[in-house]
């Protein structure tokens, strides 16, 4: 009996486990048992639906719909819940804005934003995508992430934002190094004028799996106190996510 479509997609979506977190065309289609050009066709109706992404690579990985089922699941923790309640300490502490992010392929995505009452312009918004090099939160992800990763960012190109945007492959690559040294993140007005920001890692069982970040209009004189105040956020966030949390791949460091 020739198998359903279903049948067809389960075993599609059925070839990536821990040993093949990214595949390639051929790969999935001869680990799935498919001709290439059925494989193909049905990863097409996958990635529509958002439960594969294709990279730039070429090589395909499981999307985050369907990770975001998967924290239906019992045990699974949904991050943003976690989250929810230090930022609004975090704002409640610094009445400034607070955001949580996590890095989707080379942009960051911000998976929650708590606004502040200072007047600092801000293009972020929840469920948006930014460069990963011209925000806080984005280089923290970014220094956190596979070699090849940061790479690929580079190599595609540091789009210059504003005039204070870091665009040289060298000084991009020397302040990934100081980040991952300092364990925290500093932009000045790289992404908008009048906005700079900070942010620090949200670490769990070892893997860096999201950014908590700060906006303000000038981090001069308060960037101390604000980087203690992330720090004991994302400790908070981290070990209340540690018990059978398994974030998607993109986001691991």
């Known amino acids: 009996m020739a198998a359903s479509v279903s049948a067809k ?18 790969g999935i289609a001869r680990r799935g048992g498919l001709p290439i050009s059925t494989a193909h066709r049905l990863l ?9 992404r294709r990279l730039e690579t070429g090589e395909y990985v499981i999307g985050r719909r369907i990770w975001r089922l998967g924290l239906l699941a019992a045990g699974e923790v949904d991050l943003s819940r976690v989250a929810e309640p230090f930022l609004h300490d975090l704002h409640a502490a610094t009445r ?10 080379a942009e960051v995505l911000y998976l929650d934003r708590v606004s502040g009452h200072a007047s600092v312009p801000i293009v972020s918004t929840t469920g948006s995508r930014l ?8 280089k923290v992800l970014l220094a ?10 580079i190599a595609h190109g540091l789009t210059r934002i504003t005039a204070y945007t870091v665009t040289e492959p060298g000084r991009m690559r020397a302040q990934l190094h100081r980040i991952r040294r300092d364990g925290y993140a500093q932009t000045f007005e790289e992404m908008t004028l009048g906005a700079c920001s900070v942010a620090v890692p949200v670490d769990v069982d070892g893997h860096v799996i999201a950014a908590l970040g700060i906006v303000v209009p000038d981090l001069r004189t308060v960037r101390a106190r604000l980087v203690a105040a992330l720090q004991v956020a994302a400790r908070g966030i981290g070990r209340t996510l540690e018990p059978g949390f398994h974030p998607p791949e993109d986001s691991l460091g």
């Open 44 to 52: 097409a109706e996958l990635e529509q639906w958002g439960a594969v």
């Open 144 to 153: 956190h992430a596979p070699a090849e990763v940061q790479e690929e960012v």
């Open 131 to 138: 460069p990963l090099h011209s925000t806080g939160v984005g």
């Open 9 to 26: 997609l389960l075993s599609l979506l059925g070839t990536f486990d821990a040993r093949h977190r990214r595949q390639t065309l051929s």
């Open 96 to 105: 400034a804005v607070v955001h949580l992010a996590v890095r989707e392929g």
